[in-house]
């Protein structure tokens, strides 16, 4: 699953920047550096200084140097090879986590180097061919042998406590993924994004080295450490696993730039969004909804909390909401039935929802949602991230720490009611108008229990100038014990996007999130 996932992005990928995961920067330098034997501790300074160091030296990039045997599969081959279980890192040592690796080859041709550290030591685990399976695949381990890994897997037993699943993922560029309980993977989230949807095209950053703290046989969290590379910036992580119901990474970064970027995207995510509740397929599909996410939530540090519901739009389409200290944003997946996908091999209901939650004070800047067209359910077209309004300094050091949670049925949600789907359509019996558009929404929440049965909820929605409200009607809905909106809108230029926002209001209370949606330019 994981890789059918990692596919997907490598396409997304290879159409926005021109570029794959398999051709991102690797500095030689590091390969070489002496970690085995270390007399001290290692902790996160150790990999700040790394990327200093990094920040003001050039750049250099690495070329490919695959054997032609693995150089040139395709996914389904890559699939082939597996790594043995039995080979796992602190199997044998009953520990309660196991580090399992990925082979490279397909898009995925620079090498990542791993260490572990124990106590005050440091070593690197190595990489050998006969820890894999190669399947059906006509290869020489012997020719493997120079290789390394591509990334690696943290397994933790978290639906029962005889048998380690996998939660956390390392494989291409900076994304990695995680697991809670119950949950199949999904969306990816990533250590940075630069020059998301610019013109100008995006670069990768990379994760070029790990060190990971070898758990005590009590321990219930793990401790990553990661460099990072790129042309322009440099970066050190520390990642704080925790595995849960709701399983969550502490991420502590500081960075470095060699050079200005024209947009610094903080604690991304990236998703797929095909069709959904808004938007019917435009093929023939048994599947009614095809997305790892629904929705972009936002938290604003004012109390006021926005939906907006995720489209697969015909152009590029970039939106954003300017913010000073915000409370989080997350990619979420609202829907939970598995009648609303149909889909027994990706159980898209399973999916987790990734939220974000700052440490500290952000400032002012912007989360912003980039949505880009896909024919397909191959390619990861969603990304959101945190702009911030200043930018950091060329060679100075930018720090962050956010918590990252990988959320399914206690997902973050607003204290008094929340968007639970989006409809798009006018009904059979309603005169049809190319330039008017019907919307339906509902919203579920607790406030609505509390609702005195005097109060008749209003909604409330404006648009921006190239859209005029025509209708608003609120009405209960019975079968959920929630409210249902219907809006209808019409455009006035048929190549321009209509920005809508709406809520509920009982009086002067509001009694909803803000529901912010935009109609793409047909």
């Given at each position: 699953?994981?890789?059918?996932?990692?596919?997907?992005?490598?396409?997304?990928?290879?159409?926005?920047?021109?570029?794959?995961?398999?051709?991102?920067?690797?500095?030689?330098?590091?390969?070489?550096?002496?970690?085995?034997?270390?007399?001290?501790?290692?902790?996160?300074?150790?990999?700040?200084?790394?990327?200093?160091?990094?920040?003001?030296?050039?750049?250099?990039?690495?070329?490919?140097?695959?054997?032609?045997?693995?150089?040139?599969?395709?996914?389904?081959?890559?699939?082939?090879?597996?790594f043995r279980p039995e080979k796992s890192?602190?199997?044998?040592?009953?520990?309660?986590?196991?580090?399992?690796?990925?082979?490279?080859?397909?898009?995925?041709?620079?090498?990542?180097?791993?260490?572990?550290?124990?106590?005050?030591?440091?070593?690197?685990?190595?990489?050998?061919?006969?820890?894999?399976?190669?399947?059906?695949?006509?290869?020489?381990?012997?020719?493997?042998?120079?290789?390394?890994?591509?990334?690696?897997?943290?397994?933790?037993?978290?639906?029962?406590?005889k048998y380690k699943d996998e939660v956390?993922?390392?494989?291409?560029?900076?994304?990695?993924?995680?697991?809670?309980?119950?949950?199949?993977?999904?969306?990816?989230?990533?250590?940075?994004?630069?020059?998301?949807?610019?013109?100008?095209?995006?670069?990768?950053?990379?994760?070029?080295?790990?060190?990971?703290?070898?758990?005590?046989?009590?321990?219930?969290?793990?401790?990553?450490?990661?460099?990072?590379?790129?042309?322009?910036?440099?970066?050190?992580?520390?990642?704080?696993?925790?595995?849960?119901?709701?399983?969550?990474?502490?991420?502590?970064?500081?960075?470095?730039?060699?050079?200005?970027?024209?947009?610094?995207?903080?604690?991304?995510?990236?998703?797929?969004?095909?069709?959904?509740?808004?938007?019917?397929?435009?093929?023939?599909?048994?599947?009614?909804?095809?997305?790892?996410?629904?929705?972009?939530?936002?938290?604003?540090?004012?109390?006021?909390?926005?939906?907006?519901?995720?489209?697969?739009?015909?152009?590029?389409?970039?939106?954003?909401?300017?913010?000073?200290?915000?409370?989080?944003?997350?990619?979420?997946?609202?829907?939970?039935?598995?009648?609303?996908?149909?889909?027994?091999?990706?159980?898209?209901?399973?999916?987790?929802?990734?939220?974000?939650?700052?440490?500290?004070?952000?400032?002012?800047?912007?989360?912003?949602?980039?949505?880009?067209?896909?024919?397909?359910?191959?390619?990861?077209?969603?990304?959101?991230?945190?702009?911030?309004?200043?930018?950091?300094?060329?060679?100075?050091?930018?720090?962050?720490?956010?918590?990252?949670?990988?959320?399914?049925?206690?997902?973050?949600?607003?204290?008094?009611?929340?968007?639970?789907?989006?409809?798009?359509?006018?009904?059979?019996?309603?005169?049809?108008?190319?330039?008017?558009?019907?919307?339906?929404?509902?919203?579920?929440?607790?406030?609505?229990?509390?609702?005195?049965?005097?109060?008749?909820?209003?909604?409330?929605v404006s648009a921006d100038d190239n859209?005029?409200?025509?209708?608003?009607?609120?009405?209960?809905?019975?079968?959920?014990?929630?409210?249902?909106?219907?809006?209808?809108?019409?455009?006035?230029?048929?190549?321009?996007?209509?920005?809508?926002?709406?809520?509920?209001?009982?009086?002067?209370?509001?009694?909803?999130?803000?529901?912010?949606?935009?109609?793409?330019?047909?």
């Amino acid at each position: 699953m994981y890789l059918n996932l990692s596919q997907r992005t490598q396409s997304r990928i290879s159409a926005l920047a021109r570029a794959r995961i398999a051709v991102l920067p690797l500095s030689a330098a590091l390969l070489l550096s002496a970690t085995v034997g270390s007399a001290f501790a290692f902790d996160f300074d150790n990999v700040a200084k790394q990327a200093k160091d990094l920040a003001a030296s050039s750049y250099s990039k690495p070329e490919g140097s695959l054997p032609k045997e693995i150089a040139n599969l395709d996914y389904g081959q890559y699939k082939e090879i597996r790594f043995r279980p039995e080979k796992s890192t602190w199997r044998s040592q009953k520990l309660p986590f196991e580090l399992a690796f990925f082979h490279q080859g397909y898009a995925f041709d620079q090498p990542v180097k791993i260490n572990e550290i124990n106590g005050q030591s440091v070593r690197e685990i190595r990489f050998d061919p006969n820890d894999f399976d190669f399947g059906a695949l006509k290869v020489d381990p012997r020719k493997m042998r120079g290789l390394g890994f591509a990334g690696f897997r943290v397994h933790f037993p978290l639906n029962t406590p005889k048998y380690k699943d996998e939660v956390l993922s390392f494989l291409g560029a900076s994304y990695f993924r995680g697991l809670g309980k119950d949950q199949t993977y999904g969306l990816s989230a990533r250590g940075l994004a630069i020059d998301t949807g610019l013109s100008s095209g995006e670069e990768f950053p990379r994760f070029t080295e790990f060190w990971i703290e070898r758990p005590k046989a009590s321990d219930k969290e793990l401790t990553i450490y990661a460099l990072l590379n790129s042309r322009r910036v440099t970066g050190a992580y520390r990642f704080v696993l925790k595995p849960g119901v709701d399983s969550t990474v502490d991420v502590k970064a500081q960075l470095y730039l060699r050079e200005n970027v024209s947009k610094l995207g903080l604690a991304p995510l990236t998703s797929m969004f095909l069709h959904g509740d808004n938007q019917r397929s435009q093929v023939d599909d048994y599947r009614p909804e095809v997305h790892d996410s629904d929705g972009l939530s936002v938290a604003s540090g004012t109390g006021e909390w926005i939906w907006r519901p995720l489209v697969n739009p015909k152009r590029l389409l970039v939106t954003s909401y300017s913010l000073s200290n915000p409370a989080g944003f997350g990619l979420m997946q609202r829907d939970r039935s598995f009648a609303s996908y149909q889909d027994l091999n990706a159980h898209y209901e399973k999916q987790p929802s990734a939220w974000v939650q700052p440490k500290g004070n952000w400032g002012n800047g912007r989360v912003e949602l980039v949505q880009i067209p896909t024919p397909d359910e191959t390619n990861d077209n969603i990304v959101a991230f945190w702009v911030p309004e200043t930018q950091p300094k060329v060679g100075q050091p930018f720090n962050l720490e956010y918590t990252l949670s990988w959320q399914k049925d206690a997902e973050k949600r607003p204290p008094l009611s929340w968007v639970t789907q989006t409809r798009r359509g006018l009904g059979v019996l309603k005169k049809s108008d190319d330039n008017v558009t019907g919307l339906v929404v509902d919203f579920e929440g607790p406030v609505f229990k509390k609702l005195s049965d005097k109060v008749q909820p209003e909604g409330v929605v404006s648009a921006d100038d190239n859209g005029k409200v025509l209708e608003t009607r609120v009405e209960r809905n019975d079968v959920t014990g929630g409210w249902r909106m219907t809006v209808k809108v019409r455009r006035n230029e048929d190549n321009k996007p209509v920005e809508l926002r709406g809520f509920l209001r009982g009086g002067s209370t509001t009694l909803s999130e803000t529901w912010s949606y935009i109609l793409p330019p047909n």
